[in-house]
């Protein structure tokens, strides 16, 4: 934007604008490319990203939608602005803790619930999972002295074997690499599909091997049911009655309970007394929605 343009702008400033609406504006009010504009504007104000809107009115809608990609890049998951430039795969140590994140309330009553052996509601885990800058420290202290006071001094660990039963999936995530579907026929080899015989074979192989769990998850196949779903647990626990079935992408299970038409909690029931013991964490992706 050019300084012909934001002069006007920049004269409608209301005088309550904090000093970081106030740096933004004066970035704008440059020939300084914007992502740089957004960037100061981001390390001065750590609010959440959606405060940019209360710019919207001032700078344009247009001008909205060109800072939008930029702002989501300097944003955390939560919304606030990032203070350094890590990310997932980059060398080096990820950070540990955020300067300028607030203390808050309740952290420590949330804690010493847990440490009594309390179940924690819902919002109390969100709470937990919340915590920033020094709270994250004392989250992780508290967890670990749990476990001191649990296992000691002594390390657990699971020996497994993973099937992926298809890498047929109707769903286009871009991030994938590792799907097959109309647009990737040519890529990351051939598609497959096991029948119940090989996820049997491959079963009673690993508990042969000494295996305890097995890890079974997959594409969205498009002609996969609940019923899929349902007879996969029951072909691993025939295999090997006592392994325990560690399974399913929450994607999994919306489409085993949609093709069934059933409410998840009922799914998931079905699913349990088929011989499901647990369900991974992975593939649970919630992808911010692109800016207008």
Known sequence: ???????????????SRSSASRSL?????TDEP???AVAAFRARMPRRHDRIAEYEELLGAGAHRRVGTAVLERSDAEGYAREDGWIAGARGAPPIAIAHAPRRSQLQAILRRARDGRALSEAQVVRLFAARGREVAEVCA???ALRREVNGARVGYV????INYTNICYFGCRFCAFSKGKLA???????YDLDSDEIARRTAEAWARGASEMCLQGGIHPDYTGATYLEICRTVKQAAPQIHVHAFSPLEVWQGAKTLGVPLADFL????????GSL??????APRPTPA
């Open 159 to 162: 020996v497994n074997r993973n």
């Open 1 to 15: 934007m050019r300084t012909s343009e934001c002069g006007d702008a920049a004269s409608k400033r209301p005088p």
């Open 25 to 29: 504006l004066d970035a704008l009010a």
């Open 269 to 276: 029931a079905e699913l349990q007394r088929a011989g499901l």
């Open 280 to 285: 991974p964490g992975t593939a649970a992706s």
């Open 142 to 144: 508290s967890a670990d």
């Open 34 to 36: 914007w992502e740089a």
């Open 185 to 191: 026929e040519n890529l990351r080899g051939r598609p």
